[in-house]
């Protein structure tokens, strides 16, 4: 069965600093995909960032950067140049090829600090 | 463009009473659908989802149902609340072809 892990259950940053958080994943299959949502306080469920398991190139979007490690089954976040906008929790999830589902972390509650 | 709608927002049930939470999409046919339950320190755990109508396959053997009557439509239901029903729920969707998933603004439902 497929799992997600998410080691840091929370995390602080301070404002325009750079932070990373942390997810393994545990999978049989060799096509999937990852994904990074953000849920801030009002638990609106938001796509950060997703990455196909199949392209080595790591994903960015804006300030928004991944850690793809395909042999070692990490899928890192790092959110450069931090803004108080960014505390929120993060998930870390994952769809394999041959499954409809979806399976997630249990969420890193990341703080950035003024 | 595609929309997910999700009600009631907020929901205090007293134990043993009925419950039905809806979920509707809007601007897609034929989507895959789905109900979490997102609980303190343990994510988002899936619950139900949907291929297709008439379509469910159950993850958590609980006190919950799911249905879906029409294509877009997908309802979460029990027939007696428990107390340990209690949480967040979150309805989604996504088109299928390991693409995202879109989630609905949540429902905070209290058994009390």
């Known amino acids: 069965a497929q799992t997600v892990t998410q080691s840091q259950p929370e995390m602080s940053v301070q404002e325009a600093e750079t932070v990373t958080l942390s997810c393994t994943y545990d999978?049989?299959?060799?096509?999937?995909?990852l994904f990074w949502y953000k849920q801030p306080p009002s638990r609106q469920m938001i796509l950060v960032i997703r990455q196909e398991a199949y392209k080595q190139q790591n994903a960015t979007e804006n300030r928004f950067s991944v850690n793809f490690q395909k042999a070692a089954k990490s899928f890192s976040l790092k959110i450069s140049d931090s803004q108080l906008g960014d505390t929120a929790m993060y998930f870390c999830?994952?769809?394999?090829?041959?499954?409809?589902?979806?399976?997630f972390g249990t969420g890193t509650r990341l703080k950035v600090l003024a | 463009s595609q929309t997910i709608h999700q009600w009631p927002a907020t929901l205090v049930q007293p134990v043993g009473s009925p419950l039905s939470l809806e979920c509707t999409v809007e601007g897609t046919s034929n989507p895959n659908l789905y109900w979490y339950r997102q609980a303190a320190g343990r994510g988002l755990q899936l619950l139900f989802y949907s291929v297709g109508i008439g379509q469910i396959s159950s993850e958590v053997p609980q006190n919950l149902s799911a249905s879906r009557p029409q294509d877009r439509q997908f309802i979460l239901s029990s027939k007696k609340l428990l107390l340990s029903d209690s949480g967040f729920y979150l309805c989604?969707?996504?088109?299928?072809?390991?693409?995202?998933?879109?989630f609905g603004q949540g429902t905070r439902l209290t058994v009390v």
């Open positions: 989604a969707w996504s088109p299928g072809g390991n693409t995202e998933a879109f």
């Open positions: 999830a994952f769809t394999g090829s041959g499954t409809y589902k979806y399976i």
């Open positions: 999978t049989s299959e060799n096509n999937y995909y």
